[in-house]
């Protein structure tokens, strides 16, 4: 934190701060940003972002994020601060000024998933990480009225099944050529001069975002320059690597010309540094990958081989159909007319789009779960089921938005021989069925113990089609019905928060705001369970996770034991 000599700090305590009235002072000036943005009103984007930086309530609700919502709220910075007081929140609330300096990040290897690789992390400190969610509050609305319709990664509001969903509309009814490509190390080479003249923003924030791009970083003890790319672990960093990227959809569509029926026939659909470019023609396909390297070139950037291929939807193309993005497999299939998908007017197409989840992640989550039963080789079955439910519910959840019914049996029988293995290998020989299987309902082996508690099973997930994102809709244009609902359809969101989310029509039952799609919320039992509450939904209540923590001060529950259920 910033030792500098402090502003006098309001005599208002942390506990007694009006959030609600600060959240609607911030979000009144964040929607004022996104309209002057989407008029094209400079002069009033600028005006307003000063007077947001600049709010009190804007610093609060900033600090309340770095120090009480983020995961990363317990890893430090160089100056080792972390875990803060209230008294301490309130006195880093009266040091955030846009000065132009910071601190050097610090350097965290964090594992790649599903691969042997380690990526970077650069954690800023505290006060860095607060002043840049404060800036991040003023900056992000503004680009969110620029941003691209076809650009989803590290975007309020949306997700990796938007992306796959704006495919899908893409190719459905028609066959396409597509360049699948990856931009190599994109947060880490990222021009710095560049992006800071395409943020073209008043100088003092310039200087302060040019202050972060080259803080240097801290690495056993010694400290490195850091003259490209945005340091991964920032609160701002995705936000500037989005507004690097901006463009590159424009610039096909620019390509093909301005007749609108041509502009419409070729799509550049984004997440974060991967994206696919789609076209019928191979050779439209090809100028498009020269003119995007091109386009790259301005940032330093380019395009990684390993991960770049020409494919085809339908037919095999250099040895490739079909593709893979965000862990799916997406390829049309020849089918009969009764199968087929049909065009505009009706029409067999003799074709069928199948999205399913990719061989490498089945693969890799298959892998996950043989490390976890080998780790629980002489465990109680209750603590191996326990520790396994959260890996089976959380993968299904991710892929039940796609054709994945035959893949979760597959699955299932393949965790059923390992179960097996596993009771052998315990009982010398023997599986003991009577011990470790049961029959439950209509369901005959399952994996379960005798208290009740039971083996989720992939096949339980219920497939439904993902409904896309609208748009260019953002969190900023202030349809809280519209994105609240939404929150309660996200994959990944589990079946107790969504049913919350209904019985509260999308709001905290603690503060009464609409929850976000970028809050923190948390399953509480209103009458904690250290206290005889039961574990049934009459009982609970979805909570901000900074109103949760509120609400467990006061009401005399066991801090952390029961009632602490992250979304």
């Known amino acids: 934190m910033n030792k500098s000599k402090t502003r006098d700090i309001p005599t208002v305590e942390w506990n007694q701060i009006n959030w609600r009235k600060a959240e609607r002072l911030t979000f009144k000036l964040q929607k004022r940003i996104y309209r002057a943005s989407e008029r094209g009103d400079v002069k009033a984007v600028r005006k307003l972002q000063k007077t947001l930086i600049n709010s009190w309530s804007n610093k609060v609700l900033a600090v309340r994020r770095v120090t009480q919502d983020n995961t990363g709220k317990r890893t430090a910075g160089v100056d080792g601060i972390k875990l803060l007081s209230p008294k301490q929140r309130l006195e880093l609330v009266s040091q955030l000024k846009i000065t132009g300096k910071s601190q050097p990040t610090r350097r965290v290897m964090i594992p790649k998933p599903g691969t042997n690789e380690s990526r970077p992390l650069g954690i800023p400190t505290m006060y860095d990480r ?10 992000e609305p503004e680009w969110e009225a620029k941003f691209e319709p076809n650009s989803y990664g590290f975007r309020p509001g949306r997700s990796c099944h938007d992306a796959i969903g704006a495919i899908f509309v893409n190719i459905n009814n028609k066959a396409k050529y597509v360049l699948d490509a990856d931009i190599a190390k994109c947060f880490d080479r990222i021009d710095h001069k560049a992006l800071l003249d395409k943020i073209n923003t008043y100088p003092r924030l310039r200087k302060q975002i040019k ?34 990227l901006h463009g590159m959809e424009e610039r096909v569509k620019q390509f093909v010309g301005n007749n609108s029926n041509r502009r419409n026939e070729i799509s550049l659909i984004r997440y974060a540094d991967d994206f696919v470019i789609m076209h019928k023609d191979i050779e439209v396909v090809i100028a498009c990958q020269k003119i995007i390297a091109e386009w790259l070139s301005d940032y330093d950037l380019e395009l990684k081989p390993s991960k770049t ?58 892998a996950k779960i043989a490390e976890v039963i080998d780790t629980h080789k002489t465990a109680p079955q209750a603590a191996l089921i326990s520790s396994l439910n959260p890996i089976i519910r959380g993968w299904s959840n991710y892929y039940s938005r796609v054709v ?151 009401d005399g529950s066991l801090h952390g034991n029961y009632d602490s259920n992250p979304l």
């Not at 893979?324 to 074709?351: C, D, M, W």
């Open 211 to 244: 202050s972060w791009l080259k803080s240097g970083v801290l690495d056993q003890g010694e400290i490195f320059p850091t003259n490209e790319g945005t340091p991964q672990g920032g609160v701002i960093s995705p936000l500037l690597a989005n507004i690097a």
């Open 130 to 139: 607060a002043l840049q969610a404060v800036v991040k509050a003023a900056l």
């Open 309 to 366: 291929k020409l494919t085809h939807t339908l037919n095999e193309y250099n040895g490739n159909v079909g593709f893979e993005f965000l862990g799916f497999h997406i390829q049309q299939h020849k089918v009969g007319n009764y199968r087929s998908a049909k065009s505009t007017i009706g029409i067999p197409l003799g074709f069928k789009t199948l999205i399913t989840p990719s061989k490498p992640k089945v693969k890799a989550h298959l």
């Open 404 to 554: 994945s019914k035959k893949t979760f049996r597959q699955v299932d029988n393949l965790t059923y021989y390992k179960l097996r293995a596993w009771a052998r290998r315990r009982g010398k020989g023997s599986i003991n069925k009577g011990k470790y299987w049961r029959t439950v309902g209509s369901r005959n082996w399952c994996f379960s113990t005798e208290e009740g508690l039971e083996l989720a099973q992939h096949t339980e997930t219920p497939i439904i089609r993902h409904v896309k994102v609208k748009g260019n809709s953002t969190p900023y244009d202030g349809n809280w019905i519209y994105w609240s609902s939404r929150r309660g359809i996200y994959p990944e969101t589990p079946t107790r928060v969504a049913t919350l989310l209904k019985k509260q029509k999308g709001k905290c039952t603690h503060c009464g705001l609409y929850f976000t799609p970028t809050d923190i919320v948390e399953v509480d039992h209103i009458q904690p369970r250290s206290l005889g509450g039961k574990d049934e939904y009459k009982n609970l209540q979805l909570l901000h996770k900074h109103c949760h923590d509120t609400k467990t001060e006061k």
